[in-house]
């Protein structure tokens, strides 16, 4: 008898992780042209600096072509894994997803979420981070939020706002009004 309660519970369980596989929504994180051209501008000028001291320091030999290609594309590469590409939604909360990492932040820890139209780039302070290059990801402050987390692609007309332990983080999803539907569908 307990074994068949047992069965019955861990088949239940099943079910209702495929029921939240099944309600998961993928949002993109699509890149705004200032990331793009900021990103494009960073990677040539970066690039040609380097090659150029490591030309010129050394004698051409396959070393220094090495070192002088190879930190700027490491250098690209590791801000590439680090550009958010996109947020999962589920009924267990909302999911950052990277390169390299994903971060959840659970249902339980979100206060709120809204999308006002007074949340802009302008005035804002970045404090640690990458601003620009391959994303805006970091630390900030601005008078609106205060100190707040972004974890962004664009802030053009796409910045969901999300309360986790008393910090905002802020978020791009593609589709906002999208998203916000499906956070509150996630839930039932």
Not at 2 to 13: D, G, I, N, Q
Not at 88 to 110: K, Y
């Amino acid at each position: 008898m307990t074994s068949t309660k047992a069965v019955e519970k861990r088949s239940e369980e099943c079910y209702k992780q495929r029921l939240n596989f099944m309600k998961t929504s993928s949002f993109s994180a699509p890149w705004c042209t200032s990331v793009k051209s900021i990103t494009t501008l960073i990677s040539i000028v970066l690039g040609y600096a380097l090659f150029d001291f490591f030309a010129h320091h050394f004698d051409f030999s396959s070393r220094a072509l090495l070192m002088g290609a190879g930190i700027p594309l490491g250098l690209l590469g590791l801000a590439l894994g680090c550009m958010v590409t996109g947020y999962s939604l589920d009924s267990d909360g909302i999911v950052i997803r990277r390169l390299l990492w994903s971060r959840r932040i659970r249902r339980a820890e979100i206060l709120s979420l809204t999308s006002p139209a007074a949340v802009t780039r302008k005035g804002t302070l970045g404090l640690f981070g990458i601003w620009g290059f391959c994303g805006t990801s970091g630390l900030a402050y601005s008078g609106a939020l205060g100190l707040h987390f972004v974890a962004a692609s664009a802030y053009a007309n796409r910045i969901v706002i999300t309360r986790h332990r008393g910090w905002p983080v802020v978020i791009s999803p593609e589709n906002r009004e999208g998203f916000a539907q499906a956070f509150v569908d996630a839930a039932v």
